[in-house]
Protein backbone atom coordinates (compact mmCIF):
# COMPACT_ATOMS: atom_id res chain seq x y z
CA UNK A 1 0.00 0.00 0.00
CA UNK A 2 1.46 3.20 -0.96
CA UNK A 3 -0.36 6.86 0.62
CA UNK A 4 -0.08 9.91 -0.63
CA UNK A 5 -0.59 13.04 1.37
CA UNK A 6 -1.43 16.61 0.16
CA UNK A 7 -3.13 19.36 1.07
CA UNK A 8 -0.99 20.92 3.76
CA UNK A 9 0.25 24.90 3.96
CA UNK A 10 -0.23 28.60 5.86
CA UNK A 11 -2.92 29.27 7.18
CA UNK A 12 -4.36 31.62 10.25
CA UNK A 13 -6.07 31.02 13.34
CA UNK A 14 -9.85 30.31 12.80
CA UNK A 15 -9.68 28.98 9.12
CA UNK A 16 -9.84 25.61 7.21
CA UNK A 17 -7.80 23.21 5.62
CA UNK A 18 -8.46 19.96 3.64
CA UNK A 19 -5.39 17.21 4.03
CA UNK A 20 -5.93 14.28 1.36
CA UNK A 21 -4.71 10.98 1.45
CA UNK A 22 -4.45 8.95 -1.33
CA UNK A 23 -4.03 5.45 -1.78
CA UNK A 24 -2.79 2.67 -3.74
CA UNK A 25 -2.36 -0.80 -4.18
CA UNK A 26 -5.08 -1.61 -1.87
CA UNK A 27 -8.99 -0.51 -1.39
CA UNK A 28 -9.52 1.62 1.82
CA UNK A 29 -12.80 -0.10 1.71
CA UNK A 30 -10.98 -2.97 2.96
CA UNK A 31 -8.71 -1.25 5.88
CA UNK A 32 -8.89 1.25 8.83
CA UNK A 33 -7.53 5.07 7.50
CA UNK A 34 -5.98 7.12 10.28
CA UNK A 35 -4.51 10.41 10.75
CA UNK A 36 -2.19 11.13 13.17
CA UNK A 37 -0.29 14.61 13.82
CA UNK A 38 4.16 15.48 15.02
CA UNK A 39 4.25 19.18 16.33
CA UNK A 40 8.51 19.97 16.78
CA UNK A 41 10.01 18.33 19.61
CA UNK A 42 6.54 15.96 20.53
CA UNK A 43 5.37 12.71 19.89
CA UNK A 44 3.56 11.42 17.14
CA UNK A 45 -0.07 11.61 18.25
CA UNK A 46 -3.55 10.38 16.91
CA UNK A 47 -6.00 12.65 15.02
CA UNK A 48 -8.67 10.26 13.85
CA UNK A 49 -9.48 7.22 12.11
CA UNK A 50 -12.27 5.90 9.67
CA UNK A 51 -13.10 1.86 9.41
CA UNK A 52 -13.79 0.23 6.48
CA UNK A 53 -17.55 0.30 6.77
CA UNK A 54 -17.30 4.55 7.85
CA UNK A 55 -17.19 4.44 11.95
CA UNK A 56 -15.46 7.56 12.96
CA UNK A 57 -12.96 7.78 15.56
CA UNK A 58 -11.29 11.29 17.04
CA UNK A 59 -9.08 12.63 19.55
CA UNK A 60 -10.52 14.85 22.14
CA UNK A 61 -8.36 17.66 21.42
CA UNK A 62 -10.14 18.10 17.42
CA UNK A 63 -13.69 16.47 18.14
CA UNK A 64 -16.19 18.70 16.50
CA UNK A 65 -13.84 20.75 14.49
CA UNK A 66 -12.27 18.02 12.14
CA UNK A 67 -14.06 15.83 9.89
CA UNK A 68 -13.00 12.46 8.35
CA UNK A 69 -13.87 10.95 5.28
CA UNK A 70 -13.28 9.37 2.38
CA UNK A 71 -14.12 8.95 -1.26
CA UNK A 72 -14.51 5.17 -2.61
CA UNK A 73 -14.10 5.80 -6.28
CA UNK A 74 -11.04 7.65 -5.84
CA UNK A 75 -9.53 5.82 -3.27
CA UNK A 76 -8.61 9.00 -0.82
CA UNK A 77 -9.39 9.94 2.61
CA UNK A 78 -9.61 13.41 3.44
CA UNK A 79 -8.97 14.97 7.01
CA UNK A 80 -11.23 18.24 6.39
CA UNK A 81 -10.32 20.95 9.88
CA UNK A 82 -12.21 23.41 10.89
CA UNK A 83 -11.35 26.13 13.33
CA UNK A 84 -7.39 25.77 12.99
CA UNK A 85 -5.74 27.31 15.95
CA UNK A 86 -1.69 27.44 16.44
CA UNK A 87 -1.62 24.28 18.56
CA UNK A 88 -2.61 22.56 15.22
CA UNK A 89 0.83 23.70 14.12
CA UNK A 90 2.21 20.01 12.69
CA UNK A 91 3.44 17.29 10.09
CA UNK A 92 0.14 15.28 9.38
CA UNK A 93 0.55 11.73 8.51
CA UNK A 94 -1.85 9.29 6.99
CA UNK A 95 -1.99 5.63 7.89
CA UNK A 96 -3.49 2.29 6.63
CA UNK A 97 -3.85 -0.68 9.53
CA UNK A 98 -5.08 -3.91 8.72
CA UNK A 99 -6.53 -4.73 11.46
CA UNK A 100 -10.05 -4.31 13.07
CA UNK A 101 -11.79 -1.35 13.66
CA UNK A 102 -11.27 -0.97 17.69
CA UNK A 103 -10.88 2.04 19.99
CA UNK A 104 -8.60 0.44 22.22
CA UNK A 105 -6.23 -0.15 19.00
CA UNK A 106 -6.44 2.52 16.38
CA UNK A 107 -5.42 5.53 18.78
CA UNK A 108 -1.54 3.55 18.73
CA UNK A 109 0.76 4.09 16.08
CA UNK A 110 2.10 0.33 16.22
CA UNK A 111 -1.52 -0.81 15.01
CA UNK A 112 -0.81 1.20 11.46
CA UNK A 113 0.87 -0.64 8.82
CA UNK A 114 1.49 1.29 6.56
CA UNK A 115 2.35 5.61 6.31
CA UNK A 116 2.43 8.26 3.90
CA UNK A 117 5.20 10.77 3.95
CA UNK A 118 3.73 13.59 6.17
CA UNK A 119 1.97 17.02 4.95
CA UNK A 120 3.09 20.74 6.56
CA UNK A 121 0.21 22.32 8.77
CA UNK A 122 0.76 25.60 9.98
CA UNK A 123 -1.35 27.42 11.85
CA UNK A 124 -0.47 31.67 12.41
CA UNK A 125 -2.66 33.60 15.13
Known amino acids: VQLQASGGGLVQAGGSLRLSCAAS????????SGWFRQAANKEREFVGA???????LYADSVEGRFTISRDNAKNTVYLQMNSLAPEDTAIYYC????????????????????WGQGTQVTVSS
Open 95 to 114: AVSIGGFHPARVGRRSSYDY
Open 50 to 56: ISHTGSK
Open 25 to 32: GRSLTSVV
